[in-house]
């Protein structure tokens, strides 16, 4: 299985800030690599796919890099709203497989 | 609107099984790849597999082989999801998820982009 892993698992920041967030793969998933959002109580939501592609609706302030194993999420002036838990996912193979998620909270 | 709309929360005594069912609206069922990804609290997301509504074909997370099985009815554009065999540890919020692709940079790639509400199942004794 490929393994998905995050870093940092949670952060602090406050709005306006920018913010990375770094995904690896445990081995090459070319750019077979998605990033979702995660509210309390709420389902997860797409933000980006194959590693770059925004997503309709998502704000241009996030914004998706990376291929093969290393991987980044930045969100360019963090808002209220974009306080939540952020996951990536390979889609590269089966079974499909997600980080372990990075919290961000407010500072 | 594109909608996935799941049944309600179960509670289960371990070696019981569970059936959730995903109603989809707002989008053409019959030919989609419906996905189930489970999240067991304060747990990352888990998939468990995926059907193909078209033609039925299915592809299990070999944790979950043997005690999975995802079905579909077409004429009622409902997914659904079966485990078997429950212990404690199934204790997680159930969604479904449909995939979408992008193949227009001559590549395929494939990514989850509507989600039900989720089932919490809870399997205690």
């Known amino acids: 299985d490929i393994q998905m892993t995050q870093s940092p698992s949670s952060l602090s920041a406050s709005v306006g800030d920018r913010v990375t967030i770094i995904c690896r793969a445990s081995q090459s998933i070319n750019s077979y690599l998605n990033w979702y959002q995660q509210k309390p109580g709420e389902a997860p939501k797409l933000l980006i796919y194959a590693a770059s592609s925004l997503q309709g609706g998502v704000p241009s302030r996030f914004s998706g890099s990376g291929s093969g194993t290393d991987f980044t999420l930045t969100i360019s002036s963090l808002q209220p709203e974009d306080f939540a838990t952020y996951y990536c996912q390979q889609s590269y193979g089966t079974p499909l497989t997600f980080g372990g998620g990075t919290k961000v909270e407010v500072k | 609107q594109v909608q996935l709309v799941q049944s309600g929360a179960e509670v289960k005594k371990p070696g019981a099984s569970v059936k959730v069912s995903c109603k989809a609206s707002?989008?053409?069922?019959?030919?989609?790849?419906m996905h189930w990804v489970r999240q067991a609290p304060g747990q990352r997301l888990e998939w468990m597999g995926w059907i193909n509504t078209g033609n039925g074909n299915t592809k299990y997370s070999q944790k979950f082989q043997g005690r999975v099985t995802i079905t579909r009815e077409a004429t009622a554009s409902t997914a659904y999801m079966e485990l078997s065999g429950l212990r404690s540890e199934d204790t997680a919020v159930y969604y479904c998820?449909?995939?979408?692709?992008?193949?227009?940079?001559?590549?395929?790639?494939?990514?989850?982009?509507?989600w039900g509400n989720g089932t919490t199942v809870t399997v205690s004794s």
């Open positions: 998820v449909r995939q979408d692709s992008d193949c227009s940079g001559g590549s395929c790639y494939y990514y989850m982009d509507v």
């Open positions: 707002g989008f053409s069922f019959s030919s989609s790849v």
